[in-house]
Every structure is written in C-alpha cells, then in structure tokens.
C-alpha cells in the first residue's frame, strides 16, 4: 500500500512491491497507478520476509509498480537480469494462445475495464496471438481454490508472523484497537480473524479444491 501510495503520488519514479493473492495490483488499482505481477519464478524471491511454505512460494512474485504502462518492461526486465526491450520493438506472440475472461460468473467488471480488455485482446491479436475462447463459469470458485491453497499448507499462521513467533491474540488486540492501544491496524486484525474462519472451514474449502481442480483437468485446453 505504501508503495502504491507513494508512486500514485509522484513522490517515487516506481516501487516494488510483493505478490501474493492481489498485494501489488490491488494497491496500484486503489492509488491510480501501475501494478505488475510477473509469472513465478521469472524474479527471484529469495530474501523475501516472510517467506510462504511450502507450494505456496509459487504463488509469490515481485514485481514493479510505475506511473505508466510503458515503465513497466525496462524495470521488470532489469530485476528479472533480461534485456531491456526496445521501445519501438513489440513481442512476437505468434504460437501463443490467449483466453481472455471478461468476468468468471460472479462479479462483473465495469463498462471501461470490458472495453479495455477488449482492446488489450485485438492487439494481442494484431501482434500474432491467437485468441482463444474458455468457458468464464470455470473461474466461479477461483476465490474458494485460492483460499483453500492458502490454509492448507503448513507453516506459520499470518497471527504469529504478525507477532514475530509470539502469535498475536485477537481478544486482546480488538479492544485495545478500538481505544487507540493496539500496536496493529485494523486490517491486520482482520486478517488474523479471516485466517483462523478459514481454518475451520478447511475441509469445505479443500472440497471445493479438489472438485474444481478435478473440472479442470476434464476440459482445460490443452494448447494452453
């Protein structure tokens, strides 16, 4: 948030920030600014505190956050050690498939964010992409995989990362937030509480994993 802050702000030329479900996206959409997050394993994570276990490391990624779209290849180049690309040079996408997902059935994007992706994709197509087409129902219960990758993998819980291995008691936390004593903010406080609904709901949730993972190898494109 701070670097999307800071960036929306023009009080940083770019940050970079850290990705796992939305944290480097989410702040540049709130800030007016760009967020990226690169495909795993093209920047390297090793460093990064706290470090996710497990599986979930594939989840992680950095990347930058610029005031313009055309920012974001030279510096995503420099941190991933490629070569910066020329500005007057596009990719060859020939032999590359894209599906682009207006919306998964569940929430719908505004008019602009349709029409933007709609343009993204003739470029796409322009640049020798082929456009494919996947069914959007299939990324109804993307959130619930998602939140179920995130409890079933063991390591330590967001509460004891918060309180350095000394998990933080959200009984004692909530009251003092709410006379100004907490050393936590509200969202982290919420997040504790989110993390340990989601724990109790770990079977539901593991279910709703294995069905649509198993959907997914039924008819997911090939080519893809």
Known sequence: GGEGASVGA????FGVGSDLGGSIRIPAAFCGCVGHKPSAGLVPVDGHFPMPPGPL??????GPLTRRVADVGPLLAVMSGGEVPRR???????????????????????APMRHAIRRTTEILRARGARIGEY?????????????????TTEGASYAEVLGAGDPVRLSREAPRWLIGRSHHTFAALS???????????NGRLSA???AAEAAVDAGYPKEA
Do not use: C, H, K
């Open 10 to 13: 023009a009080l940083a030329a």
């Open 88 to 110: 007057d040079l596009g990719p060859d996408l020939r032999g590359i498939t894209v599906y682009p997902i207006e919306d998964n059935q569940r929430t719908s994007p505004t």
């Open 208 to 210: 709703a994993i294995d």
């Open 57 to 62: 490391r594939s989840y992680l990624a950095l």
């Open 135 to 151: 069914p959007a129902a299939r990324f109804r219960r993307s959130a619930e995989m998602w939140g179920a990758r995130m409890q």
């Open 191 to 201: 997040g504790i509480g989110l993390e340990r609904l989601g724990r109790r709901l």
